[in-house]
């Protein structure tokens, strides 16, 4: 999305259009040779049409944030901030306008001019009227500059999607879950919120792409451990998630007591709600647990695969609820 939002360098635009304005100039022999002020309204125009155009390319390769799907639009306003990216563009709209109305000015003085001296001195005056807008959206620019690097990387996660969110603390199995969900290596994709690497894959459901994310660092530790940032983050998973696994190891093997495990599933149930979850109880292979389980959890081995088919009819108990609720509602409006 933003990888095609070019970078810009005040001194790169304004060479490249003085010289363009220059050359268009003179490739009519009759401005050349017979008149000056037809030459030197050619290069105001082609001048100001450059400088805006190059402007133009950077704000009109944003998207409209009003119309984003929820999530992107969150996540957008986490790494670079809506407001900040609205005030600096619209600076650059600003721009655009009053560099347009100079060359429109000056046009109309040129053509008025007396003498040939008069015409060459409107223009370069058009010119450095040209430079001093640049020069005061020159912050606004290298703002934008610094913020497209930032979102040129942003995540590929589909919000259009069914999405299954895995949680859980560290060290559960949440990797090996995914894996065996998918039946494929997961894309890691770096955020700016967190320093590990969100995991997402996917898998086919009577030809619909089920995508599957596992996102470590945000839903795999108390929240009152969190900073702002991260609880932003955790609200824009509340657009994308339709089913959250949470899975639990009540070998404790993981470094984390199954009280500990239990309060962040409550914590999450309480900040999801609405979203289905599906308790998975790990590590079934290994039968050393202190914890009986209770009858609406599903005993696993991501490690070794046991059961995971009970959870794939389990899952898919969820998607055929979910797209037959979605049939309803297109059928009903």
């Keep these: 999305m933003f990888k095609e939002v070019p970078l810009i ?5 304004v060479d490249k ?7 268009k100039a003179l490739s009519s022999k009759k401005n050349l040779n017979e008149i000056v002020k037809e030459k030197e309204s050619i290069r105001v125009t082609v001048a100001g049409e450059t400088l805006a155009e190059s402007l133009f390319k950077v704000v009109d390769r944003y998207p409209s944030f009003d119309r984003l799907p929820p999530f992107t639009r969150e996540l957008i306003d986490i790494i670079a901030g809506i407001d900040t990216l609205r005030h600096n563009l619209g600076a650059l709209s600003f721009a655009i306008n009053t560099i347009n109305s100079i060359k429109v000015e000056y046009i109309k003085n040129i053509r008025r001019a007396k003498t040939p001296q008069e015409a060459s001195f409107l223009r370069k005056e058009c010119y450095g009227r040209y430079i001093s807008i640049l020069k005061q959206i020159e912050r606004n620019i290298k703002v934008l500059n610094k913020l497209r690097d930032k979102l040129k990387n942003l995540p590929s996660i589909n919000p259009d999607l069914y999405t299954i969110v895995i949680a859980g603390f560290p060290n559960v199995g949440k990797s090996s879950l995914l894996k065996s969900l998918t039946n494929s290596e997961p894309e890691i994709n770096s955020y ?9 894959s996917s898998f086919e459901y009577n030809r619909r792409k089920i995508q599957v994310v596992d996102t470590p660092g945000l839903l795999d530790r108390e929240f009152k451990d969190r900073n702002p940032i991260e609880l932003q983050a955790i609200s824009a998973l509340k657009y994308l998630a339709k089913l959250i696994l949470f899975i639990f190891d009540p070998t404790e093997s993981c470094g984390y007591s199954m009280e500990m495990q239990l309060k962040l599933y409550k914590e999450i149930s309480n900040e999801f709600i609405g979203v289905s979850i599906i308790k998975i109880y790990n590590k079934a292979d290994l039968k050393e647990w202190g914890y009986i389980t209770d009858k609406q959890g599903i005993e696993i081995s991501a490690q070794e695969g046991l059961n995971i088919d009970i959870l794939k009819k389990e899952i898919e108990k969820k998607l055929i609820d979910y797209f037959e609720e979605e049939v309803y509602y297109y059928e009903k409006n």
């Design 17 to 23: 259009a003085f010289k363009l304005a220059k050359k």
């Design 9 to 13: 360098e005040i001194d790169e635009i």
């Design 192 to 200: 700016p919120f967190t320093t590990k690497g969100i995991n997402v």
